[in-house]
């Protein structure tokens, strides 16, 4: 078996405004040709998981601090989609 890996983001905390990189090749080639409704799905994946750790001040992957950051974020999303289908 072949296994490697790819930096595909990082980020770089601040108590002012942290900064998170995301690797260009994620955005794809349709973007360039038919704008942000052609976004690569693993681009908004990779960027709400970025945000996410810079929102909870680092938090690593599998922490208590990203499953809740998640966990309230799906409840939210859940509540708000039960209020709009109510309208």
Do not use: W
Request: glycine content about 6%.
């Amino acid at each position: 078996m072949q296994s490697y890996t790819d930096c595909l983001t990082f980020h770089i905390p601040s108590k002012m405004a942290g900064a998170v990189y995301i690797n260009r090749d994620l955005a794809g080639a349709g973007f360039l040709v038919a704008g942000a409704e052609a976004l690569a799905d693993r681009l908004a994946d990779v960027a709400v998981e970025e945000t996410a750790h810079s929102v909870t001040n680092g938090a690593t992957d599998n922490s208590r601090d990203i499953q809740n950051f998640f966990l309230n974020l799906a409840v939210k999303l859940c509540r708000k989609q039960v209020e709009c289908a109510e309208e």
